[in-house]
Structures are given as structure tokens and as C-alpha cells.
């Protein structure tokens, strides 16, 4: 009988287990919380009985990637759900730019862009299954659709700021960084548009979803399906170095770099200790869950009907901000995410009080109070926002690292997704899941194809290990 052991039970961990499993490999799960998930969990907002996601909470990459075809999700009782729009970007003193799910609504709302918007990100159906599995496959693959990449490589190869001036107006400049910030980098660099791209292209064909009961109801259910393939779970025991992992034929890692170097210090050959030591952490977030009565009274009532919601001004105002923050400065209006998940969920509202999710891009390991910053933003765009909180509470960087060694600094994103890092992981090579140990991976999102519930990095390097060992 092969054994393994996986160290990390976030979706790439949990991910890296399925596929074993699946080929009558003993799977045992080690994760160092109490609480299974990693970033995927749920949890009570500040208000009792009201549900809020620790993390991950709207999943454009989800329903399109190949892993979670592969999972029977309605049989486990997992339903998405959509808000009336997928996201909004107010504006000041002009109305909110909307992203739909459906391209022709999203088109008319941005009138002499619209065409420009179509032609960037308007991909067949079938061509986009196509264009997921190699989005979401090492880059040093031979891509099967090449005219299909080279097409979609014409909007995320080049940087955002350059990208963004093929728009005339301030609505579809704004729409297009609003999305684009998410990577959390200078937005003037190649490859950052990589993941904005990848989530907007997503979102007009399977839109911007988030799962029916919280995201912890998905982790809890794929936890379930595992044990029944008879995959154990150890909660509790963080792994520092490889003398404690219990005997296997194969280890999967799904934490950070730097951890994975922690691990296998005595293990790991120079070249690959110094690379994964070396690996660069990216900006944290600051992360504050609201209660709020009756919700947030938008000044564009059309803003209240998005489930994610992009505070950062206009496009050039992003890119400042965002080159502050990489650059360690904490800019007086940072960029922040607002999540409205009841509008897709309403089961989440109690009493006419609706749990509100925000964050702000902070830089790595920010040691201040950004909860002020954060309300401001939205009062900016809401005005008497603040007289609606019932109840808040507030998560720093360092309280995101101490809850998941993968967040350092509060880093989400599982390391920065500079160029070099976002392609390759970190190492430069063809096998980006290899350690430099015999059969030892890392699965976590510091390797391709990088952060989001998709399960990819996971299911990636868990054939790369089935396939070694043969």
C-alpha cells in the first residue's frame, strides 16, 4: 500500500488528497489549526448567528476549474450562488461601473468601451473550458491551443497600466484596474494583468459565485467525501521539520516556501533551499467583518446590488495606491474590497442586520489600525455608513499569519505575484511542484496557478507525484 501524507488542509491540500486517494493511496491530512480549511472556512460575523467567510468568499475561478468538474458538487450538497451583479467600482461624482456576467449587459453599460471590452474578454464557451486547463497548467507546458493562449496573452501579458489605455472612458479604466489590483502588485509590471484577466474572463462565463451556507460548507463537504474515501485527518500539529512526518511514499506540502524550506532544511539540495528561502512575500490585507443594518446605503443604489464591490477611485488613483503599498507605504485611501455575499445568499441576514466582509491592501506586515481607513472608503461612496454598524470586528496582518503560516505578513495571496513568481512558483523550472527531495512536493498557492479556490496547484502536483513514483 502507498502512503502519503499531506501537510496543510487548505483546498490545494485537500485537492492533492482527492487525487490520491482516488488511486488507492492512503492519504493522512496533518494541519497545524484546530480548524480544518485553511483559508476556505466560515464562520460567525461580530454579531452571533450571523455567517461570515474567514477568507475566500466569491470563487470566479471555481466552477470553471478542472478539479472541481471532477467533484460530484451537487451530490454533495454544494449550490452557487450569484448576486444580481458581480461586482461594482463607484466613482466619485459619476455612476458606478458594473460588471455583469453576461457580456452584453456589461457591454452597454459601458458604452463607446463596450466593443473594446468584448473584443478583450469575450471567449467562446467551449473555447474557455479550453483555455482554463491551460491557464491552469504549469507554464512550461506545451500548450495544445496555442492560438487560444496567444489570443488571451495579448491582454495579460502586458501591464495593467499599459492595458488600460485602450479605454476612452473613466467607467471602463476603473472597471478593468479595480479588477486588475487584486493581484497586489505595481500595476506597471508584465504578467500582473495575468490574474485580472483570468477573473474577468471567468466571471462572463460562469460568473462571480460564492456557495450557498458560506464557503466552510464547500471545505466541509469535500472533507466528508475524503473520509469516506478513508483519508485521516491530524488537527493540531504543525509540522517544523521532516523527522516528524509519520513513514510515506510521498509528502505533499500545501504551506508557504519558506515553510516548505523549514521542513526540509536538512533534506533540500542548496540550490532549491536558497530559492524557496528566497521567495518573496506580497502586501497583507487588513480585514475588518461588519454587521450592519439594513446594509450599506450606496449613493448608486446599483452598488447595492453587486456582491463584490472594488473602493479605489479612479484608475489612476489605483495604481498610486498599489505602488505605495508594494513599496511598504500605507497610502492615506488604500485600495478596499467589499464583499456583499447576502445578495447572492440571503440565509445570511438576521433580523434585517447583513454581515459585510471588507479588506484593505496594507503593506506586508503593517503594524497599524486600518479599520478608520477602511470605514472612510466606504463612507466616501456611502455616506452614513457608519451610524449603520452594529457590530465590527478586525483582523491584522499578523493575526492572518498567526491563524495560517501560509498569510506571512498577511499575505493572502501565498507569496507576490511578481512575474518571475507568479509563472514558476519558487523555482524557476519545468516542474514547479518538485522540492528537490524524492518525492516530496509543494501544492500551495505559491505555485501555479497561483491563489483561488480552484483546487489546481493541489491537483497538479499530485500527478506530478503519482506519476514520479511510477
Known amino acids: 500500500m502507498t502512503i ?230 491530524v488537527t493540531g500539529q504543525k509540522i517544523t521539520n521532516f523527522e516528524q512526518l509519520p513513514p510515506h511514499d510521498i509528502a505533499m506540502l500545501d504551506v508557504h516556501p519558506h515553510v516548505a524550506a523549514q521542513i526540509l532544511r536538512d533534506q533540500q539540495p542548496k540550490r532549491f533551499q536558497k530559492a524557496f528561502t528566497s521567495f518573496k512575500p506580497g502586501p497583507g490585507i487588513f480585514k475588518v467583518d461588519f454587521a450592519v443594518s439594513e446594509g450599506i446605503p450606496w449613493s448608486d443604489p446599483e452598488v447595492g446590488r453587486a456582491g463584490s464591490v472594488h473602493l479605489g477611485g479612479s484608475a489612476k488613483e489605483i495604481m498610486r495606491t498599489e505602488k505605495a503599498v508594494a513599496s511598504g507605504k500605507m497610502p492615506k485611501r488604500p485600495f478596499v474590497l467589499v464583499g456583499q455575499q447576502y445578495l447572492a445568499d440571503p440565509q445570511r441576514v438576521k433580523n434585517g442586520i447583513v454581515p459585510i466582509y471588507a479588506y484593505a491592501h496594507v503593506p506586508n506586515g503593517y503594524q497599524g489600525d486600518a479599520t478608520d481607513q477602511i470605514i472612510a472608503q466606504i463612507e466616501r461612496f456611502a455616506p452614513g455608513f457608519k451610524d449603520r454598524i452594529v457590530a465590527m470586528r478586525s483582523r491584522t496582518p499578523q493575526e492572518s499569519e498567526e491563524d495560517n503560516p501560509n498569510f506571512i505578513g498577511g499575505d493572502v495571496l501565498t507569496g507576490a505575484k511578481s512575474p518571475l513568481q507568479f509563472m514558476f512558483g519558487p523555482k524557476i523550472g519545468a516542474h514547479p511542484y518538485d522540492t528537490g527531495v524524492p518525492h516530496v512536493y509543494i501544492c500551495s498557492a505559491a505555485t501555479p496557478p497561483g491563489p483561488g479556490i480552484h483546487g489546481m496547484s493541489g491537483y497538479n502536483a499530485a500527478t506530478r507525484a503519482l506519476k514520479k513514483l511510477k
Not at 29 to 53: H, Y
Not at 86 to 101: E, I, M, R, S, Y
Not at 123 to 136: A, C, E, P, T
Open 4 to 233: 502519503a501524507i499531506v501537510v496543510g488542509s487548505g483546498p490545494n491540500g485537500l485537492a492533492a488528497a482527492t487525487v490520491l486517494a482516488r488511486q488507492g493511496v492512503e492519504v493522512t491530512v496533518i494541519e497545524a489549526n484546530e480548524m480544518l480549511g485553511g483559508g476556505a472556512r466560515s464562520g460567525e460575523s461580530p454579531t452571533p448567528g450571523l455567517l461570515q467567510d474567514h477568507c475566500a468568499a466569491v470563487h470566479p475561478m471555481a466552477p470553471g476549474s478542472p478539479f472541481f468538474q471532477s467533484l460530484n458538487l451537487t451530490k454533495m450538497g454544494i449550490e452557487w450562488e450569484y448576486a444580481p451583479l458581480d461586482a461594482a467600482h463607484p466613482l466619485d461624482g459619476q455612476p458606478a461601473a458594473l460588471l455583469h456576467t453576461r457580456m452584453e449587459d456589461t457591454v452597454a453599460g459601458l458604452g463607446v468601451d463596450g466593443a473594446r471590452w468584448k473584443s478583450m474578454f469575450d471567449i467562446k464557451h467551449q473555447s474557455f473550458s479550453k483555455l482554463v486547463r491551460m491557464m491552469m497548467s504549469p507554464i512550461m507546458r506545451i500548450p495544445r491551443h496555442p492560438l487560444l493562449l496567444a489570443r488571451f496573452g495579448l491582454v495579460a501579458g502586458p501591464p495593467p497600466s499599459r492595458v488600460v489605455r485602450k479605454f476612452k472612458t473613466e467607467s471602463a479604466r476603473a472597471l478593468f484596474m479595480g479588477v486588475a489590483a487584486h493581484a497586489m502588485q505595481p500595476l506597471n509590471k508584465p504578467l500582473v494583468t495575468g490574474i485580472g484577466a483570468g477573473i474577468i474572463t471567468a466571471g462572463h462565463q460562469v460568473g462571480w459565485p460564492v456557495v450557498k451556507g458560506g464557503t466552510g460548507k464547500l471545505t466541509q463537504a469535500h472533507i466528508e467525501s475524503l473520509r469516506a474515501m478513508g483519508v485521516k485527518f
